[in-house]
Nanobody, 126 residues
Framework: QVQLVESGGGLVQTGGSLRLSCAAS??????????MGWFRQAAGKEREFVTA????????YYADSVKGRFTVSRDNAKNTVYLQMNSLKPEDTAVYYC?????????????????WGQGTQVTVSS
């Protein structure tokens, strides 16, 4: 069984920063075999892609709405993926989810991901 546990969410003012973490665990789960993604879902809206990082961290992909402000990284030795969020805006307010995809190429399609965390709330006040 695979577990993804997000942490680091909270309340921040416009222009502030937060760093989310997602720790992965599982008896048969080899973290470095998985592309990791971050998605978010605002109240009343569909879940949307934020960013993804390849298995060894050499390639990253971002939604246009977060490019230049968010940075994804991973530490395969710690089975953890991070999302550094800077210059936050009220429209970044959402529940943020990490997800794992046993695939080769990173994808923005949420249906491709095999495992999901429970989410962490990020609220940006204006």
């Amino acid at each position: 069984q695979v577990q993804l546990v997000e942490s680091g969410g909270g309340l921040v003012q416009t222009g502030g920063s937060l760093r989310l973490s997602c720790a992965a665990s599982g008896v048969t789960f080899t973290f470095s075999n998985y592309v990791m993604g971050w998605f978010r879902q605002a109240a009343g809206k569909e879940r949307e892609f934020v960013t993804a990082i390849s298995r060894r961290g050499g390639s990253t992909y971002y939604a246009d709405s977060v490019k230049g402000r968010f940075t994804v990284s991973r530490d395969n030795a710690k089975n953890t993926v991070y999302l550094q969020m800077n210059s936050l805006k009220p429209e970044d307010t959402a529940v943020y989810y990490c997800a794992a995809d046993y695939g080769v190429s990173a994808s923005s399609y949420n249906g491709q991901y095999d495992y999901w965390g429970q989410g962490t709330q990020v609220t940006v006040s204006s």
